[in-house]
């Protein structure tokens, strides 16, 4: 039933709720995993990225996301061994991440999404989170929100 998952992670307890979830599902249905962590440029820049941001922050900002792809791929692979993962980290430069994650679903053929979230302000966003909320409203694939435990 699904062949290719995608989970988007930042490295929070959310996004690793997420990936156990996605490790069921690649056990269950043979599907490989993507993992995919946005460094989202404007939410790190914020009101400091007038002039543009250093060189060294940028890196820094898409090491963090390696690292958090690679450690979701560990646990992934620790529970499903077998299982095809890939990571990915990408630069969301004028999009947003909820943007990205389309484009990513579009992309490579992904049959379901598996997301943490967060609950922040407002309250759609309360319930679901922005990204969340975000990738609900654009991507035409089912969106599995893990609950928090």
Not at 60 to 82: C, F, N, Y
Not at 87 to 116: C, K, N, Q, W, Y
């Amino acid at each position: 039933m699904y062949d290719t998952v995608l989970v988007p992670t930042d490295g929070s307890e959310h996004a690793e709720r997420a990936g156990a979830h996605a490790a069921f599902l690649a056990r269950a249905f043979d599907a490989s995993i993507h993992l995919l962590n946005v460094v989202d440029l404007q939410a790190a820049g914020g009101a400091f990225d007038a002039g543009g941001l250093e060189q060294s922050f940028l890196e820094r900002l898409e090491s963090e996301g390696e690292a958090a792809a690679e450690r979701a791929a560990a646990a992934v692979q620790e529970d499903v061994p077998d299982a095809a993962v890939e990571t990915v980290v990408e630069r969301a430069r004028t999009e947003s991440a909820a943007e990205l994650i389309r484009e990513h679903v579009a992309d490579h053929g992904i049959d379901l999404v598996v997301m943490g979230s967060r609950g922040r302000s407002t309250v759609k966003q309360k319930l679901l989170g922005s990204v969340a909320a975000g990738v609900l409203q654009t991507v035409d694939v089912p969106v599995l929100v893990a609950p928090e435990a």
